[in-house]
Protein backbone atom coordinates (compact mmCIF):
# COMPACT_ATOMS: atom_id res chain seq x y z
CA UNK A 1 0.00 0.00 0.00
CA UNK A 2 1.61 3.53 -1.18
CA UNK A 3 1.27 6.06 1.37
CA UNK A 4 0.87 9.87 0.44
CA UNK A 5 3.33 11.47 -1.13
CA UNK A 6 3.76 15.33 -1.48
CA UNK A 7 6.73 17.50 -3.02
CA UNK A 8 8.78 19.43 -3.06
CA UNK A 9 9.49 18.78 0.55
CA UNK A 10 11.09 22.00 1.28
CA UNK A 11 10.47 25.63 -1.00
CA UNK A 12 11.77 29.10 -0.32
CA UNK A 13 9.66 31.66 -2.11
CA UNK A 14 9.84 35.47 -2.23
CA UNK A 15 6.46 37.70 -1.21
CA UNK A 16 4.19 38.01 -4.45
CA UNK A 17 5.79 35.13 -6.14
CA UNK A 18 3.50 32.13 -6.69
CA UNK A 19 3.93 28.33 -5.77
CA UNK A 20 2.75 24.93 -6.64
CA UNK A 21 2.75 22.11 -4.03
CA UNK A 22 1.88 18.32 -5.48
CA UNK A 23 0.12 15.38 -3.44
CA UNK A 24 -0.42 11.99 -4.54
CA UNK A 25 -2.82 10.35 -2.98
CA UNK A 26 -2.95 6.74 -1.06
CA UNK A 27 -3.52 3.49 -2.90
CA UNK A 28 -7.28 3.12 -2.91
CA UNK A 29 -8.47 6.87 -1.93
CA UNK A 30 -9.93 9.17 -3.67
CA UNK A 31 -10.35 11.94 -1.82
CA UNK A 32 -7.94 14.47 -0.50
CA UNK A 33 -7.53 17.69 1.78
CA UNK A 34 -5.00 20.07 2.19
CA UNK A 35 -4.47 21.75 5.52
CA UNK A 36 -2.07 24.26 6.46
CA UNK A 37 -0.08 23.92 9.35
CA UNK A 38 1.86 27.18 11.05
CA UNK A 39 4.56 26.59 13.61
CA UNK A 40 3.56 25.53 16.84
CA UNK A 41 -0.43 25.15 15.81
CA UNK A 42 -2.95 22.46 14.96
CA UNK A 43 -3.56 21.67 11.19
CA UNK A 44 -6.39 24.30 9.86
CA UNK A 45 -8.30 23.31 7.04
CA UNK A 46 -7.74 25.13 3.20
CA UNK A 47 -10.32 22.57 0.96
CA UNK A 48 -11.18 19.28 0.14
CA UNK A 49 -11.37 17.72 -3.95
CA UNK A 50 -13.70 14.67 -5.11
CA UNK A 51 -14.32 13.87 -8.15
CA UNK A 52 -11.94 16.49 -8.85
CA UNK A 53 -14.23 19.59 -7.78
CA UNK A 54 -14.10 21.21 -4.41
CA UNK A 55 -15.87 19.84 -2.09
CA UNK A 56 -15.73 22.17 1.05
CA UNK A 57 -13.44 24.91 1.97
CA UNK A 58 -11.94 26.73 5.07
CA UNK A 59 -11.53 30.29 5.66
CA UNK A 60 -9.01 31.12 2.62
CA UNK A 61 -9.20 33.28 0.17
CA UNK A 62 -9.29 33.11 -3.29
CA UNK A 63 -5.71 33.18 -3.96
CA UNK A 64 -5.24 29.79 -2.24
CA UNK A 65 -6.75 27.64 -5.13
CA UNK A 66 -6.68 23.60 -6.43
CA UNK A 67 -7.13 21.28 -8.11
CA UNK A 68 -7.80 17.11 -8.39
CA UNK A 69 -6.81 14.91 -11.51
CA UNK A 70 -8.26 11.81 -12.27
CA UNK A 71 -5.73 9.49 -10.85
CA UNK A 72 -6.96 11.39 -7.79
CA UNK A 73 -3.64 13.27 -7.08
CA UNK A 74 -3.56 16.95 -6.58
CA UNK A 75 -2.16 20.13 -6.66
CA UNK A 76 -2.20 23.47 -4.42
CA UNK A 77 -2.06 26.46 -6.21
CA UNK A 78 -1.33 29.71 -3.82
CA UNK A 79 -0.56 33.04 -5.71
CA UNK A 80 0.63 36.50 -4.52
CA UNK A 81 2.21 35.21 -1.47
CA UNK A 82 2.46 36.44 1.69
CA UNK A 83 4.96 36.40 4.62
CA UNK A 84 2.05 34.47 6.32
CA UNK A 85 1.70 32.06 4.17
CA UNK A 86 5.05 30.45 5.78
CA UNK A 87 3.98 27.21 6.96
CA UNK A 88 4.10 23.31 6.67
CA UNK A 89 1.60 22.38 3.99
CA UNK A 90 -0.21 19.15 4.43
CA UNK A 91 -1.72 16.56 2.28
CA UNK A 92 -4.47 14.55 3.54
CA UNK A 93 -6.21 11.25 1.61
CA UNK A 94 -9.41 9.65 2.47
CA UNK A 95 -11.81 7.74 1.02
CA UNK A 96 -15.23 9.99 0.42
CA UNK A 97 -17.92 7.70 2.07
CA UNK A 98 -21.70 8.36 3.51
CA UNK A 99 -19.57 8.32 7.11
CA UNK A 100 -16.38 10.48 8.12
CA UNK A 101 -13.13 8.20 6.78
CA UNK A 102 -9.80 8.69 8.16
CA UNK A 103 -7.74 10.82 7.09
CA UNK A 104 -3.81 9.90 5.66
CA UNK A 105 -1.65 12.65 6.15
CA UNK A 106 2.24 13.10 3.92
CA UNK A 107 4.44 14.39 6.01
CA UNK A 108 4.29 18.05 4.03
CA UNK A 109 6.20 20.68 2.31
CA UNK A 110 8.08 23.06 4.17
CA UNK A 111 7.27 26.83 2.77
CA UNK A 112 9.49 29.35 3.49
CA UNK A 113 8.48 32.98 2.32
CA UNK A 114 10.89 36.25 2.71
CA UNK B 1 -18.37 26.34 13.37
CA UNK B 2 -16.84 23.78 15.61
CA UNK B 3 -13.86 24.91 18.11
CA UNK B 4 -11.71 22.53 19.42
CA UNK B 5 -9.84 23.11 22.62
CA UNK B 6 -6.96 20.63 23.70
CA UNK B 7 -5.55 20.54 27.26
CA UNK B 8 -2.69 20.55 28.25
CA UNK B 9 -0.24 22.01 26.04
CA UNK B 10 3.01 20.30 27.01
CA UNK B 11 2.85 17.04 29.36
CA UNK B 12 5.91 15.51 30.79
CA UNK B 13 5.51 12.03 32.81
CA UNK B 14 7.63 9.00 33.96
CA UNK B 15 8.46 5.84 31.55
CA UNK B 16 5.90 3.83 32.65
CA UNK B 17 3.36 6.38 33.94
CA UNK B 18 0.27 6.93 32.42
CA UNK B 19 -0.66 10.21 30.15
CA UNK B 20 -4.06 11.84 29.76
CA UNK B 21 -5.04 14.23 27.03
CA UNK B 22 -8.64 15.91 26.59
CA UNK B 23 -10.27 17.85 24.24
CA UNK B 24 -13.46 19.77 24.32
CA UNK B 25 -15.63 20.73 21.35
CA UNK B 26 -18.62 22.95 20.45
CA UNK B 27 -20.26 21.66 17.30
CA UNK B 28 -23.35 18.66 18.76
CA UNK B 29 -23.23 17.95 15.16
CA UNK B 30 -19.55 16.56 15.48
CA UNK B 31 -19.85 12.32 14.47
CA UNK B 32 -15.95 11.54 14.63
CA UNK B 33 -13.12 12.14 17.18
CA UNK B 34 -9.68 10.86 15.81
CA UNK B 35 -6.56 11.85 17.34
CA UNK B 36 -3.12 12.06 15.60
CA UNK B 37 0.53 11.73 16.43
CA UNK B 38 3.15 13.68 14.70
CA UNK B 39 6.82 13.48 15.33
CA UNK B 40 9.88 16.17 14.01
CA UNK B 41 9.19 16.17 10.67
CA UNK B 42 6.57 14.20 9.90
CA UNK B 43 2.92 14.72 9.42
CA UNK B 44 0.43 13.71 11.61
CA UNK B 45 -0.99 9.87 11.51
CA UNK B 46 -3.83 8.46 13.27
CA UNK B 47 -3.20 6.51 16.18
CA UNK B 48 -7.11 5.69 17.00
CA UNK B 49 -10.51 7.25 16.54
CA UNK B 50 -14.03 7.34 17.86
CA UNK B 51 -17.55 7.51 16.76
CA UNK B 52 -20.27 9.20 18.29
CA UNK B 53 -22.18 6.12 18.97
CA UNK B 54 -19.53 4.62 20.71
CA UNK B 55 -18.45 5.87 24.65
CA UNK B 56 -15.08 3.89 24.72
CA UNK B 57 -12.55 2.61 22.44
CA UNK B 58 -8.97 0.98 23.49
CA UNK B 59 -5.72 -0.29 20.86
CA UNK B 60 -3.36 -2.03 22.91
CA UNK B 61 -2.28 0.75 25.50
CA UNK B 62 -3.72 3.50 23.78
CA UNK B 63 -7.40 4.06 24.70
CA UNK B 64 -10.13 7.06 23.85
CA UNK B 65 -13.53 7.86 25.38
CA UNK B 66 -16.07 10.11 24.28
CA UNK B 67 -18.67 11.79 26.41
CA UNK B 68 -21.14 13.61 23.65
CA UNK B 69 -23.13 15.27 26.44
CA UNK B 70 -20.52 17.26 27.78
CA UNK B 71 -18.49 17.54 24.22
CA UNK B 72 -15.53 16.11 25.34
CA UNK B 73 -13.12 12.86 25.26
CA UNK B 74 -9.82 11.92 25.90
CA UNK B 75 -7.14 10.44 24.80
CA UNK B 76 -5.28 7.84 27.40
CA UNK B 77 -1.70 6.13 27.00
CA UNK B 78 -0.96 3.59 29.84
CA UNK B 79 2.78 2.46 30.59
CA UNK B 80 4.19 5.20 28.30
CA UNK B 81 7.48 4.57 26.68
CA UNK B 82 10.25 7.00 25.21
CA UNK B 83 9.12 6.39 21.78
CA UNK B 84 5.67 7.77 22.92
CA UNK B 85 7.07 11.61 22.77
CA UNK B 86 5.90 13.59 20.62
CA UNK B 87 3.18 15.81 19.63
CA UNK B 88 -0.43 14.26 19.78
CA UNK B 89 -3.82 16.58 18.37
CA UNK B 90 -7.39 15.49 18.57
CA UNK B 91 -10.02 16.65 15.97
CA UNK B 92 -13.51 16.92 15.70
CA UNK B 93 -15.42 16.37 12.49
CA UNK B 94 -18.77 17.61 12.06
CA UNK B 95 -21.24 17.69 9.04
CA UNK B 96 -19.13 19.63 7.03
CA UNK B 97 -15.32 18.24 5.62
CA UNK B 98 -14.15 21.06 7.54
CA UNK B 99 -12.56 18.87 10.30
CA UNK B 100 -10.58 21.19 13.26
CA UNK B 101 -7.49 20.40 14.85
CA UNK B 102 -6.99 21.07 18.99
CA UNK B 103 -3.71 22.79 19.03
CA UNK B 104 -2.03 20.26 20.47
CA UNK B 105 -0.03 18.55 23.62
CA UNK B 106 3.72 18.10 23.47
CA UNK B 107 4.31 14.89 25.26
CA UNK B 108 7.87 13.68 26.41
CA UNK B 109 8.56 10.48 28.44
CA UNK B 110 11.27 10.51 30.36
CA UNK B 111 13.34 7.24 30.61
Known amino acids: ETGVTQSPTHLIKTRGQQVTLRCSSQSGHNTVSWYQQALGQGPQFIFQYYREEENGRGNFPPRFSGLQFPNYSSELNVNALELDDSALYLC?????????????FGNGTRLTVT | GENVEQHPSTLSVQEGDSAVIKCTYSDSASNYFPWYKQELGKGPQLIIDIRSNVGEKKDQRIAVTLNKTAKHFSLHITETQPEDSAVYFCAAYPNNNDMRFGAGTRLTVKP
Open chain 1, 92 to 104: ASSFQAAIRSPLH
